[in-house]
């Protein structure tokens, strides 16, 4: 079974500084993806960022980037010039190729800080 | 908006009673997941079903049952409730291929 590991609970950044949030997942699959969801306090669930792990190359979205290390099975995202509205919880994912459950870490409560 | 809608938003009953929550997908996803979130906690996965077959199932309890009908929307079953089934649940969809989900709003379901 998959697992998604978040270690930091909570965090927060000054407005327009970086921040990265950390995520491992543990696997025996070498074919799979992984996720970055975002919660904001609507409770909606938004899609960030998307990372196929047959890619070498890190995935951007704007200010949103990760660093994929497969070997590590590591995942971080790091969001530059943080905005308020980037407050959130923000989830890990893991979804298995071929298999569509997506399995999700514990999250980590992010506070943008004026 | 992801195209994905739920109802009803809110939902407050009481402890033993049943209640049914309701997901329509996007035009042309053919799957559909739930997932529950309880307080402060990521989402579990519950079930999914792909063009009106069950296809995966998580951590659901016999208490809870789902289904998709024809016109793709589903249904989620929650019965004989217990103050701890009070959560989010969420339902997403997706197509074969994009290997992408999309999320609804969510059914606040608050049992007292």
């Known amino acids: 079974a998959q697992t998604v590991t978040q270690s930091q609970p909570e965090m927060s950044v000054q407005e327009a500084e970086t921040v990265t949030l950390s995520c491992t997942y543990d696997t025996s699959e070498s074919n799979y993806y992984l996720f970055w969801y975002k919660q904001p306090p609507s409770r909606q669930m938004i899609l960030v960022i998307r990372q196929e792990a047959y890619k070498q190359q890190n995935a951007t979205e704007n200010r949103f980037s990760v660093n994929f290390q497969k070997a590590a099975k590591s995942f971080s995202l790091k969001i530059s010039d943080s905005q308020l509205g980037d407050t959130a919880m923000y989830f890990c994912?893991?979804?298995?190729?071929?298999?569509?459950?997506?399995?999700f870490g514990t999250g980590t409560k992010l506070q943008v800080i004026p | 908006d992801s195209g994905v809608t739920q109802t009803p938003k809110h939902l407050i009953t009481a402890t033993g009673q049943r209640v049914t929550l309701r997901c329509s997908p996007r035009s042309g996803d053919l799957s559909v997941y739930w997932y529950q979130q309880s307080l402060d906690q990521g989402l579990q996965f519950l079930i999914q079903y792909y063009n009106g077959e069950e296809r995966a199932k998580g951590n659901i309890l016999e208490r809870f049952s789902a289904q998709q009908f024809p016109d793709l929307h589903s249904e989620l079953n929650l019965s004989s409730l217990e103050l701890g089934d009070s959560a989010l649940y969420f339902c997403?969809?997706?197509?074969?291929?994009?290997?992408?989900?999309?999320f609804g709003p969510g059914t606040r379901l608050t049992v007292l």
């Open positions: 997403a969809s997706s197509w074969e291929g994009l290997n992408e989900q999309f």
């Open positions: 994912a893991f979804m298995k190729e071929g298999y569509q459950k997506v399995t």
